[in-house]
């Protein structure tokens, strides 16, 4: 699937060795891990930055998750850029599905004060990756996870604003490689082209100015 998107971009893709957090931590749950036990695996992800680095002209523009939904792969990729490639170098982008959940993104910028924390849950609690994976948790959970987590928020420094600007070839292009990703289609919370051209729209026209929200 990721080939066949990269395809549909004109893109290249390149697969490492390192294995998703389920296999590699030997444990369902992915969102909330404790970063402090990813250091050999940041360590390495670290490396291949300065892999990049070589190969490409110092002016290369990285673009790295977030770690919006606090996946622990994302969050590891998030720390290992932070800490291997200049500032000037970096962008960030908010990943889908996490944050179509109400509040989400600001809560990994700004922290719990910036948000409603019942409208937060409600928003998590009816998107369709967490019924699917995360059935298990509860209100409680989630509020005792986020006010505890080591790793919640972001500096403010690392909050790169720009605006977003789509046209309709990017829309389409977008579309076309996310419909390869067929089995995660179901998980996505934007399952029909509508609703996908309804979202890029509404981020087109309501949220410039904010992080780069792309799929």
Request: proline fraction near 3%.
């Amino acid at each position: 699937e990721d080939i066949a998107a990269a395809d549909s971009l004109n893109c290249s893709v390149r697969h490492l060795n390192f294995l998703d957090s389920p296999l590699r931590r030997n444990q369902k749950d992915v969102l909330f891990q404790p970063l402090s036990e990813e250091q050999a695996t940041i360590s390495e992800v670290c490396k291949y930055f300065d892999q990049l680095k070589r190969e490409y002209p110092a002016s290369t523009i990285f673009y790295c998750p977030l770690g919006v939904g606090w996946h622990i792969d994302h969050l590891v990729t998030f720390e290992a850029a932070c800490k291997c490639i200049s500032m000037e170098n970096l962008r960030f982008y908010a990943e889908a599905p996490y944050r179509l959940v109400k509040f989400q993104t600001e809560l990994r910028t700004s922290g719990l004060r910036s948000i409603d924390l019942n409208l937060f849950s409600r928003s998590f609690f009816s998107t369709q990756y967490v019924k699917a994976y995360l059935s298990h948790w509860n209100n409680k959970i989630l509020l005792d996870k986020i006010t505890n987590y080591e790793n919640l928020t972001v500096p403010t420094s690392l909050y790169l604003s720009h605006e977003i600007q789509l046209n309709e070839l990017l829309i389409s292009k977008g579309l076309a490689a996310k419909a390869e990703y067929k089995s995660q289609i179901a998980f996505s919370d934007l399952r029909t082209p509508q609703t996908n051209i309804e979202f890029y729209y509404s981020l087109s026209n309501q949220q410039k100015g904010q992080i780069s929200e792309l799929n």
